[in-house]
């Protein structure tokens, strides 16, 4: 399996509450996604990475943000969780030009 | 815009049969890459094959392969010899130039023993 890791892998957290869920990888890749992933399975880009210092939105509005001041860290925050937010997460890495996304194993967040 | 699509939401296939899932895929660049990833139920993403573009021949790996049509812009993936352990969702995604990689919806595949 991939050398990238999230936590939590489950969380249920109330509404209103701040979370903020680790994606960390080691094999140096610049280049850093964030995925929700909805009940059909179906993945939707939320943020993604080229590097350090470097966060763009992906197709799919959200409320969250992201940082990257480390090469092998991209967290994710939600200042206000919400019901809406109830989802499964997943992170990838890639070493860029043509490589494959390599997967961390995904949070799944229930927001009361 | 980039799409791709999976005609198939569900698919089944007996145990030690073939199953073909199907994509296809639109993208104006002509330099462009197309991955099958499988998805078990409760574990990570993992790729299973994937495709160049300007490459004609079809991929390979071990019980999977693939059917590149270029002109048509379809990119099956064929499983031969079925196990249980490929019972998963299967995306088929394609990235390109634009370092964007665009998922399919996902074909859900049970293995009937």
């Known amino acids: 399996e991939a050398d990238i890791y999230q936590t939590p892998r489950y969380l249920v957290i109330g509404t209103g509450k701040k979370i903020t869920l680790e994606c960390s990888q080691t094999?140096?890749?610049?280049?850093m996604y964030w995925y929700q992933q909805d009940p059909g399975m179906e993945l939707h880009l939320i943020h993604y990475?080229?590097?350090?210092?470097?966060?763009e939105k992906g197709d799919l509005s959200s409320e969250s943000t992201v940082s990257r001041i480390r090469t092998e860290h991209f967290p994710l925050t939600l200042e206000s969780a919400r019901p809406s937010h109830t989802s499964q997460y997943l992170c990838?890495?890639?070493?860029?030009?043509?490589?494959?996304?390599?997967f961390g194993p995904g949070t799944r967040l229930t927001v009361t | 815009a980039q799409t791709v699509t999976q005609s198939q939401p569900e698919m089944s296939v007996q145990e030690a049969e073939t199953v073909t899932l199907s994509c296809t895929y639109d993208?104006?660049?002509?330099?462009?890459?197309l991955f099958w990833y499988k998805q078990p139920p409760s574990r990570q993403m993992i790729l299973v094959i994937r495709?160049?573009?300007?490459?004609?021949q079809n991929a390979t790996e071990n019980r999977f392969s693939v059917n590149f049509q270029k002109a048509a812009k379809s990119f099956s993936l064929k499983i031969s010899d079925s196990q249980l352990g490929d019972a998963a969702m299967y995306f088929c995604?394609?990235?390109?130039?634009?370092?964007?990689?665009?998922f399919g919806p996902g074909t859900s595949l049970s293995v009937i023993p």
């Open positions: 990475s080229y590097g350090v210092n470097s966060t």
């Open positions: 495709q160049e573009a300007y490459k004609q």
């Open positions: 990838a890495s890639s070493s860029g030009g043509r490589d494959e996304q390599y």
């Open positions: 993208t104006s660049e002509s330099d462009y890459y």
């Open positions: 094999m140096g890749h610049d280049k």
């Open positions: 995604a394609c990235l390109t130039s634009y370092d964007k990689v665009i």
